[in-house]
């Protein structure tokens, strides 16, 4: 057993304890490859930030570790490209997710061939340190980290999770605090289903009454509210701060009572002509409306689903969601587009299939790739674009069959807002009741016959809200589970073990204690 020495800063004698070993034991998710080495690293007054190799971001990601460390230690922890015994190298080619972090006494080094990586062995770092690290005022401790090597990199390159702004709005600030958490669990796409039934929540200039109508209320019938163009672009920086993507969605043809609300003409009418169609979609023109004298629906507050449809055979809704399309795209530097198409219940399948392929055209003409519910892949799908399954099997075949990839979002694993337990205070349950272990212990590629490795792009684990009206709300049902959900996703299966998540899992709430996360303390793991 080795040992060690440290100065206390204020009890001025040398107190020795065995070295710690550099082990999983603190790390979600765990790491491809541990090393135990000699010694320890000691964070001291001196130490600072060394950046070496040349990216864009790397200077901020230096400033994200030291603002991680400052607090806590409240030491200065100076970030330069000219030394510093926290070594942050970019170097190499290959997977810049991958990294690689080698400890000895003198100083920590974190390599990796992207700013991604880095960030990944920073987050690494992080959970080496003692938990007091998270708080906010200087802690009197000593900041020792085992000696050792680690490797690393991710299993499936989309690991995301969802969050339902539509049923119950929930804040920017309530956004970035959940993605600041998603990105200490190295996830990288954050979905955000924008609209649904009970509410638009996102602002679109060419159709105003979206958010001032549609954005007016939510499930329950509280205020509702929306993210303004400028809010959603500061929501999306914030999140490419953390190498995590904005996924944006927005649900159709079902799931679209607040469009539908905000706009009469939206919606078929009763007095639907026989006689003129367009000749070449054979779509009644627009010109029409008035002949149909559509009328604006109700506002929702319910948690029904599967009773509303756009008009799949107006030509109105294609110029509609042109319009929406063109707008959020460029809002939208990541590479995806969610168009929903789950639960269409009242769509007729022929009008479903032709509006699912126009509207994969329109995200196409805007420079995006369409995912969608997996009841997209009745239709024809475009080359690249992705199913995101959460119901039926036959459906993700259907997507495989044409060559696609899907992303697994199985409701019986992956759904945050399903109860823990038939006790849970807050959740639905049509699923599944998901304990952290059920969580935790499913491999994506044999979750399914014929659904392998190469078929999935990745897992998601999406936290829909009828029930979710507040952060504490969030995190109740999100903690711990996301966590476990984040290591299905990084760690391959080889490497996974729910004995191991379970004692792993438990240092983690030490954490939240100190940060005010309000996790669901799950009787299946023995919290410290
Ligand atoms: C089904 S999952 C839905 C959502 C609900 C959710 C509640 C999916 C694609 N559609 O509209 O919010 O169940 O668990």
């Known amino acids: 057993i080795f040992t060690y020495c440290s100065m206390g800063a204020v009890l001025l004698f040398f107190a020795c304890k065995p070295a710690p070993k550099l082990t999983e034991s603190s790390l979600i998710p765990i790491p491809q490859e541990i090393k135990d080495g000699k010694g320890v690293f000691e964070l001291n007054s001196e130490s600072g930030i060394h950046l070496i190799g040349s990216g864009e971001h790397l200077t901020w990601v230096g400033e994200y570790l030291a603002d991680r460390l400052r607090p806590a230690t409240g030491f200065d922890l100076p970030v330069s490209y000219d030394g510093g015994n926290i070594r942050l190298e970019l170097a190499g080619d290959g997977n810049a997710e991958a990294y690689s972090i080698s400890i000895d006494e003198n100083q920590v080094s974190i390599s990796s061939s992207g700013e991604a990586g880095l960030f990944y062995g920073i987050q ?30 991710p299993a499936f390159g989309y690991r995301g999770a969802m969050l339902d702004v539509a049923r119950h709005f929930l804040s920017v600030e309530d956004v970035k605090h959940y993605i600041d958490q998603m990105a200490v669990y190295k996830l990288n796409y954050l979905h955000l289903h924008l609209t649904d039934d009970q509410g638009w929540r996102i602002e679109i200039k060419s159709w105003p009454k979206l958010t001032e109508i549609g954005g007016s209320t939510e499930v329950g019938g509280g205020e509702g509210g929306f993210y303004t163009q400028e809010e959603y672009k500061d929501l999306v920086a914030y999140a490419a701060d953390r190498f995590i993507t904005i996924v944006p969605e927005v649900d159709m043809p079902g799931h679209t009572n607040s469009a539908l609300a905000s706009y009469a003409e939206l919606n078929p009418g009763v007095n639907l002509p026989n006689g003129k169609l367009d000749s070449v979609n054979k779509q009644p023109l627009d010109y029409q409306m008035p002949l149909r004298n559509p009328q604006a629906s109700e506002l929702y507050t319910g948690i029904e689903v599967g009773w509303s449809t756009f008009a799949p055979k107006l030509e109105i809704t294609y110029a509609f969601v042109d319009s929406v399309v063109r707008e959020i795209a460029e809002l939208t530097p990541g590479p995806y587009f969610h168009i929903g198409g789950d639960e269409s219940h009242v769509t007729e399948k022929d009008d479903y299939v032709y509006f699912v392929e126009r509207v994969q055209d329109i995200v196409s003409k805007y420079g995006k790739t369409s995912i969608g519910w997996d009841e997209i892949a009745t239709a024809k799908l475009l080359p690249g674009n992705v199913a995101q399954f959460w119901a039926k099997e036959e459906n993700a075949k259907l997507a495989i069959g044409q060559g696609n990839q899907i992303l697994m979002s199985p409701a019986t694993r992956a759904y945050l807002d399903m109860q823990y337990d038939s006790t849970s205070r807050i959740g639905l349950h049509w699923a599944a009741y998901i304990e952290l272990e059920d969580a935790y212990s499913w491999e994506p590629s044999t979750f399914a016959e014929g659904i392998a490795a190469e078929n999935i792009l990745g897992v998601e684990a999406p936290l829909w809200t009828e029930t979710v009206t507040n952060r504490e709300d969030m995190e109740y049902l999100s903690f711990p589970r996301l966590p476990a959900l984040a290591e299905v996703a990084w760690t391959s299966a080889d490497k996974r073990s729910w004995e191991g998540f379970k004692n792993r899992i438990q240092k983690h709430g030490s954490r939240w204690n100190i940060l005010g996360i309000q996790y669901y303390p799950s009787p299946q793991v023995n919290w410290e």
């Open 124 to 153: 690494s770092l992080l959970q080496l340190f003692p938990a007091e690290i998270a708080h906010q005022n200087v802690q009197n401790q000593s900041w020792v980290i085992p000696a050792g090597a680690i490797s690393d990199q």
